[in-house]
């Protein structure tokens, strides 16, 4: 989540109802036995590789573009070159590198957050709809996750100042129903904006710390605790043109288009989708209405930056209002919440019709000290972004 530091905290007294506080992705979550529209980014259409993750679509000079994929898999990542970086990172490739995520550098994973101005308002001309919500004290979510929030988990993600963490929802693929192999994540948690590119070696833990062990027992825990459903390799991820080009490290510049889709793979290959392997996933309502008609909305994360350690999974709920930066786009939705960096990503949930939780927004920014979140309200663009990702590995999964 990108911070803000908080300036004159004005306070509301709308508050959640009772059902909403009580809203858990529970509704969904069960334990189980075993063209892209012109605002979103259309990059080379992919089919990757065992191994590689190579798209079809290569650039005239494969040869070395094979031998860099490689060299990257065999450990060139760890000298990356931040100029070289910037440069050529126009498109998504991923190589699997095998056990690259092991505990110990998963521990050492920060939160993916940037910094902005202290007056938001006065730096970008920000306006809310309404004063500065108060801040919700962030609770934990029950355990065991794979009973209480299983969609729900942990992003991880090698930046070139190191290894970063968000939080991502196994979302509903229509093109693949009851086999979806898509996370929703937030922009910044795939590609650094106007003035980077792609991140690297992106890999999703769903139930991350599934019985919310303390970071001191987290490294001696066995596997089946940390990872209940195994890691999740980033095959392809797609984001808005308005975030890759108007992200920013200050201002706040893309938050409102700051959403990502992630299709990842198993690890180890074992045959199910990750929608399969979890055993539920969260449709997302492309056509939530504005803030004055929610009651309440519910947001889930792992926050990483203190007060927080990023071992366990928080949420909070209350009634959103609205914070808009660029005028020509969507107002964010915006509500209390104390949760901190490493949220990002995280997704905001609502009540459907059927009971069902509904994924509507997802982790942006927020002040440090942590007061509130605010996330994009998801509509045309962000249905692109998604579109795109769901009709590339349609019938593939």
């Known amino acids: 989540m990108s911070p803000i530091r908080r300036h004159g905290r ?15 992705l529970a509704l969904t979550a069960c334990q189980s036995g075993g063209g892209t529209d012109a605002s979103a980014r259309a990059s080379a259409q992919p089919s990757p590789t065992q191994d590689l993750g190579i798209p079809e679509d290569l650039p005239d000079d494969l040869p070395t573009s094979l031998k860099d994929l490689e060299k990257w898999r065999d450990g060139e990542w760890k000298n990356w070159d931040r100029d070289q970086w910037v440069r050529e990172g126009r498109d998504f490739v991923n190589p699997y590198i095998k056990d690259h995520w092991k505990r110990d550098r998963m521990d050492e994973a920060e939160d993916n957050g940037k910094h902005v101005p202290e007056d938001l308002e006065a730096a970008s001309g920000a306006s809310a ?3 500065e919500p108060r801040p919700v004290k962030a609770r934990g979510v029950d355990t065991p996750y794979t009973r209480n929030a ?25 093109r693949n129903p009851g086999k979806s192999n898509l996370v929703a ?47 999740w390799w980033g095959e392809w991820a797609q984001t808005s043109d308005y975030w890759i080009k108007q992200g920013s490290a200050s201002g706040g ?14 690890e180890r290959p074992a045959g199910k989708s990750l929608e399969e392997t979890v055993g539920a996933a969260v449709r997302i309502n492309f056509d939530a209405p504005r803030a004055e008609r929610f009651s309440g909305l519910s947001s889930y994360g792992y926050p990483a930056a203190p007060p927080f350690d990023g071992a366990r999974m928080y949420s909070c709920t209350d009634r959103p209002g609205e914070l808009t930066i660029d005028p020509s786009q969507p107002a964010l939705y915006r509500i209390g919440c104390t949760m901190t960096g490493g949220s990002s990503g995280g997704g905001w949930f609502m ?3 059927d009971g069902k939780a509904e994924l509507v927004s ?18 045309p663009t962000a249905k692109g972004v998604f579109d795109a990702v769901s009709r590339k590995y349609a019938g593939k999964n």
């Open 362 to 379: 997802v982790n942006s920014i927020g002040p440090q000290p942590a007061a509130w979140l605010a996330g994009p309200r998801l509509g």
């Open 253 to 266: 510049g893309g938050a409102q288009q700051d959403f990502a889709v992630l299709h990842v793979r198993p």
């Open 351 to 353: 009540k459907g019709a």
């Open 10 to 24: 004005r306070r509301r007294t709308a508050a959640a109802t009772a059902a909403l506080t009580a809203l858990a």
């Open 129 to 131: 709809s309404g004063p």
């Open 150 to 174: 299983a969609p729900a988990g942990k992003v991880f993600m090698d930046t070139p100042k190191g290894p970063m963490v968000c939080s991502g929802t196994v979302v509903n693929d229509p």
């Open 185 to 231: 994540t937030a922009g910044h948690c795939v590609h650094s904006g106007r003035n980077g590119g792609w991140l690297r070696n992106i890999m999703f833990v769903p139930a991350y710390n599934n019985r919310g062990l303390p970071p001191s027992q987290v490294r001696s825990a066995q596997p089946q605790d940390i990872a209940p459903y195994g890691q």
